[in-house]
């Protein structure tokens, strides 16, 4: 009996340890914002032309 709760003391430290790690790994990028290539489509869209370089800066900033 002794054993088994050793290993379940092992197995509630390794889970608490991979949630620490996910969280860590979440808290990385919290601040970053995927692009869809249809998003990628409409930014090469912008950069087109001079009125559209303007633009892209506002369509950054919203997005």
Do not use: C, H
Not at 3 to 24: F, G, P, V, W, Y
Not at 51 to 63: D, P, T, V
């Amino acid at each position: 009996m002794f054993i088994e709760s050793e290993k379940r003391l092992k197995q509630l430290s390794d889970e608490a340890k991979k949630n620490t790690e996910d969280l860590e790994e979440a808290k990385k990028n919290s601040r970053f914002t995927q692009v869809s290539p249809k998003g990628w489509e409409r930014v090469r869209e912008l950069l087109k032309d001079s009125q559209g370089i303007s633009a892209l800066k506002l369509y950054s900033f919203l997005a």
